[in-house]
Structures are given as C-alpha cells and as structure tokens.
C-alpha cells in the first residue's frame, strides 16, 4: 500500500501530541449551535475546556461523568465564539460516532501512548 509522502509523519512528530485520560465534570449547550457542547474536562492536574460536534451523538447526562481520551496540547481555537483548548478522540464511521474510551478505570491524568 502506497502512502503520500507528505500525508506520513515521524515519531518523533507524533510523540508531540500530548494525551490524557480525562473525566467531563460539566456539559452545557452552546447558543445557535445544533451540534456543539461545551465540556469541561479534569485531567488532573488542571481542568480544560474543550469543544465536541457530539450533540447528534450522545446526550448531556450521557457524557457527564465519563472517562475520555484527549488531546491536551492543541492551540486554543474558538469554535461559535467559545475557546476550545483540546480534542475528545472519536471514531467515525459514516454516520455513526463513538467516543474511544479505556478498556478499565483509570486515573484521570494517565498519559495515553
């Protein structure tokens, strides 16, 4: 199988994304959005806020509570006007989205390799 050459990336690049597991303590709706959630999200050593497309997916007592994977060194982007300062891992599968989530409990903070 052919890859791209500008589509591969190291390891060396890849060791740059930072991950953790991390548990949503809040969940609010985002003004004029039909997709979008506000999450607040403890990783341990400080809480995060982040901005997930998971409204069509999961309701807000489904994600409260839960130990998810994220990407916690990404540049902050705002998203509708609310800052976004990592990324929930998902898979996707036409119109089907799940969030990735740890076999076992686990520390929230954990770094994910």
Known sequence: MS???DELITIEDFAKIKMRIGKI???EQIQNSDKLYKLIIDIKDKKIQCVAGLKDY?????????LVPVVVNLKP???RGVV???MILAAQYKDNVKI?????DIEIGAKIR
């Open 3 to 5: 890859k791209n050459k």
């Open 25 to 27: 303590i809040e969940v």
């Open 58 to 66: 999961y309701t807000m007592e489904q994600l409260k509570g839960r």
């Open 100 to 104: 990735l989530v740890p076999e076992d």
């Open 84 to 86: 976004s300062e990592g």
């Open 77 to 79: 982007a705002k998203l």
